[in-house]
Every structure is written in structure tokens, then in C-alpha cells.
């Protein structure tokens, strides 16, 4: 930015300030002696990403160039370079390793799967929102891109672990408890985003920005009264705000064992049930599911869920979850 630019900001922001207008701000501004303009530093960064654990010692006068997936392109797979890129990367990964899993199921779940494809960005928004509010929840650079170079995709997502976890304990399938507490805690900030006011000090950061920025526009645009889709059609406002927390629920259980959601289990007192979503500590699998009673299906199929009168799914400790086994007494219940 030129030096007269930075006059211009300061005359529109004056003429804002004091309720004048912006010619007589630019004469005030000239009558004030010893006004210079002075030309904003730059800031030069390092030609190539410093090293881990770099603090800037090693190329004075000049910037940490910060390290992204991106950079070793030449070295990892696209689904590891990708499923180490916060936010929307990440989501997106995890998102389609979800699907694909799911690939020759029945020809609903597809469907479902189809349009929570856009519900992925809202994935990334929860990530983005977590990692701004706990910073210790990103995982540690050395460690990332040792994972990254070395095209270890566990490895990248033991190192995700904790921000996975992390979302996956805040996203939930009960909608009492969305409109309670996640979607307003989203409200909020999204609302900050746009107040802060810190300037960037890389341009990894103002792309990062710039990110984030995008996910907050989108989430704003989804409430609006009339919102229009990839597709070109008019959809109500809203989220389809279950799918994030079932492809969480998925990828966590295939590293750590459990019951993946929809999957039929039989409780400790002998009813079948079907696992809507799974619950989840600081470490190791499931503590607690989410279930539905069910009559299970005799030619293949799922089965036909039983509804409970207060319209909602009870809560069932991990340990009184188990493995289902067909029994002909399910078919008389």
C-alpha cells in the first residue's frame, strides 16, 4: 500500500469519525504540521519453510516462512496431504473415508451420504472454531510433518487425534442439545471472526484468514431465509448439522474398535438396538452410544426402528453394548 493510500484511509476515517466530509478531512489533515508520510514497512519472508522449532534467529530481518502439508507434495500421497490441511482439508478427508466406507451399502444410506457431502464445510468450520478458542488442540508441528514426508496417513491422524476427539464431543445427533448449545456457541463465533482486528503477519496467515473467513460467509448464508444449494435449488434454511458428528463417530471407531453408527447391538437387558452415534473420552474407544430401539430384519435389511414416546434415543453405557446376534425372539417383539 502507497503512502498516499494510507492519507486516503486516514481522510475516510476521520470524515467517518467526526461526521465531516472527506475533502474537509483531507485539508484538516494537511494543516497538521509535521505530518509525514511515512511508508509502511515490509515484511520479507525466508525463500523456502524454516525448520522445526525455528524462532526467526537464523535469517534476521525477515519472517519464519511456516511450514503447510502443501510443501511436500513431491513426497506424500493427496489424501495424506490433504487430511493434515486445516480446516477444510481435514474435513473433506475425513468426510470421504467416511463414504467410501460405506460405498455398497443399502441404496438410503447412499442418498443420505450424497447430500451430506454438503455438510462438510461445516466440519471445517467446528475445526477452524476449535483450534481458534484451544489452541493446544492442533497437532504438533514436528510430528505432523515427520507423518506428512514420511506418507504415514496413521500417523497423521494419531497427531489429529486430539482436535478429532475434540469435535467429536462437541457435534452430537440429538437436536435438543444442537439448538441448546453447539449451534449457538457457532453464532457466537462466528460473530467474532469479522472483529478481529490483528494484523497478519505472514501470508500463510492471511490465507488462513481468508479461509475461515469463507466457512463464516457460508454458515451465515445457510440461515438465511432462502438459501440456494450447488444444485441451483431454493432450500429452507439450515444444516444438515448430524452428518459431521457420524463421520467423526466412523473414523475414531475404526482406530480404536466400537460399534460404528448404524450398526445393530444387543443391550444387557436382551433388546436389539441400532447405534446412532458413539460418545468419547480423552482416550480410547467409546464410553457411552447413543441407541434406538429396533426390530431387526430378517432378509438382509437393518430392520424397522421402534419409536420412543418421548421422541428421542436413550443413552447406553459401552459396557452394556454388545455384539449383535440374530435371535427369532427379535421377530415377536
Request: charged share 25%; net charge neutral; with cysteine.
Amino acid at each position: 500500500m502507497t503512502a498516499d493510500k494510507h492519507v486516503k484511509r486516514a481522510a475516510r476515517e476521520l470524515a467517518a469519525r467526526e461526521g465531516i466530509a472527506y475533502a474537509a478531512a483531507r485539508r484538516r489533515l494537511g494543516e497538521v504540521e509535521g505530518l509525514q508520510e511515512v511508508e509502511p514497512p515490509r515484511i520479507l519472508s525466508t525463500s523456502q519453510p524454516c525448520p522445526a522449532g525455528c524462532e526467526g534467529s537464523g535469517h534476521p530481518g525477515t519472517v519464519c516462512w511456516s511450514w503447510r502439508p502443501e510443501e511436500a507434495r513431491n513426497m506424500a500421497r493427496w489424501a495424506v496431504l490433504r487430511s493434515a490441511e486445516l480446516p477444510g482439508g481435514r474435513a473433506e478427508q475425513v468426510a470421504q473415508r467416511a463414504d467410501d466406507a460405506e460405498a455398497k451399502t443399502s441404496g438410503s444410506v447412499r442418498w443420505a451420504n450424497f447430500h451430506g457431502r454438503e455438510a462438510r464445510w461445516l466440519l471445517a468450520l467446528v475445526y477452524a472454531m476449535l483450534t481458534a478458542e484451544q489452541p493446544e488442540l492442533r497437532p504438533d508441528p514436528a510430528l505432523l510433518r515427520a507423518a506428512v514426508e514420511a506418507d504415514d496417513l496413521g500417523a497423521v491422524d494419531a497427531a489429529m487425534e486430539p482436535l478429532d476427539r475434540a469435535a467429536a464431543r462437541l457435534l452430537t445427533k440429538d437436536a435438543e442439545r444442537w439448538w441448546r448449545e453447539v449451534k449457538p456457541r457457532l453464532d457466537v463465533y462466528a460473530a467474532a471472526v469479522p472483529a478481529d482486528n490483528s494484523y497478519p503477519s505472514t501470508w500463510q496467515e492471511v490465507d488462513a484468514r481468508a479461509v475461515v473467513w469463507r466457512l463464516v460467509e457460508r454458515w451465515r448464508k445457510a440461515w438465511e431465509a432462502t438459501e440456494r444449494n450447488m444444485h441451483g435449488v431454493l432450500e429452507s434454511p439450515g444444516v444438515m448439522w448430524p452428518a459431521p458428528k457420524g463421520h467423526l463417530d466412523a473414523l475414531l471407531v475404526a482406530r480404536h474398535g466400537g460399534h460404528a453408527p448404524r450398526s445393530r447391538v444387543r443391550l444387557a437387558d436382551g433388546r436389539p438396538a441400532l447405534v446412532v452415534a458413539a460418545e468419547w473420552a480423552q482416550a480410547g474407544p467409546p464410553v457411552a452410544y447413543l441407541v434406538q430401539d429396533l426390530v431387526p430384519g430378517n432378509h438382509g435389511n437393518v430392520g424397522r426402528l421402534v419409536p420412543r414416546r418421548d421422541g428421542g434415543r436413550e443413552r447406553v453405557p459401552a459396557a452394556d453394548c454388545l455384539s449383535y446376534v440374530p435371535d427369532p425372539a427379535d421377530l415377536t417383539r
